[in-house]
């Protein structure tokens, strides 16, 4: 399962972007999608998932900011990132994620498997 990650950029603080993620070769539309970013010199962490039904979480340090959403109809989940800061400057990426019985997702990536990202910049 490969996925594409694309609209990063370099954004001024207070900015906002959207993040794509296209799955290359299935269909997203019963799986659970998260994304996960990592700062340089740091460990990959979670940011948000999206289950298959739409219901959502995210990590504190984005809450009220962030929105992820999927639209299976173009096979693709986006991340809409808004009130941007510097500590937000990282490579995100998207992949496969857990779910608890509860199906609710959770940001734990099922594998080890990862795209190629896309670079996200907020600087002055």
């Known amino acids: 399962l490969q996925f594409v990650e694309s609209g990063g950029g370099l954004v001024q603080p207070g900015g906002s972007l959207r993040l794509s993620c296209v799955a290359s070769?299935?269909?997203?539309?019963?799986?659970?999608i998260g994304w996960f970013r990592q700062a340089p010199g740091k460990e990959r962490e979670g940011v948000s998932c999206?289950?298959?039904?739409?219901?959502?979480m995210y990590a504190d340090s984005v809450k009220g900011r962030f929105t992820v959403s999927r639209d299976n109809a173009k096979n693709t989940v986006f991340l809409e990132m808004n009130n941007l800061k510097p500590e937000d400057t990282a490579v995100y990426y998207c992949?496969?994620?857990?779910?608890?019985?509860?199906?609710?997702?959770?940001?734990?990536?099922?594998?080890?498997?990862w795209g190629p990202g896309t670079q996200v910049t907020v600087s002055s």
């Open positions: 999206i289950n298959y039904d739409g219901d959502t």
């Open positions: 992949t496969l994620v857990a779910i608890t019985p509860q199906h609710v997702c959770v940001l734990t990536p099922v594998d080890d498997v």
């Open positions: 070769e299935f269909t997203l539309d019963y799986y659970h």
